[in-house]
């Protein structure tokens, strides 16, 4: 048997009245990953690009955290 581990990350880029800007998701998986982005709101995020890097950015660096400790883990 083998058995397959997954993890599923999520989270939002909010303006500060909590208007949500752009969705980012991580499925990962010792196997492959898979990093997305959907922006919710064009207009939002054109207002608010710095933002929604900064946040983007953050987020990828919590996937690659995952990564490395599955990779480790392996």
Do not use: C, H, P, W
Not at 2 to 7: L, M, R
Not at 31 to 59: G, P
């Amino acid at each position: 048997m083998e058995i397959k581990q997954s993890v599923t990350m999520t989270a939002t880029s909010t303006t500060e009245a909590g208007e949500v800007i752009a969705y980012f998701n991580a499925s990962i998986s010792n196997a492959n990953s898979n990093i997305s982005m959907n922006i919710q709101n064009q207009t939002l995020y054109d207002a608010n690009k710095k933002i929604v890097r900064n946040d983007k950015a953050q987020f990828d660096e919590a996937v690659y955290a995952v990564e490395d400790k599955q990779t480790l883990g392996s």
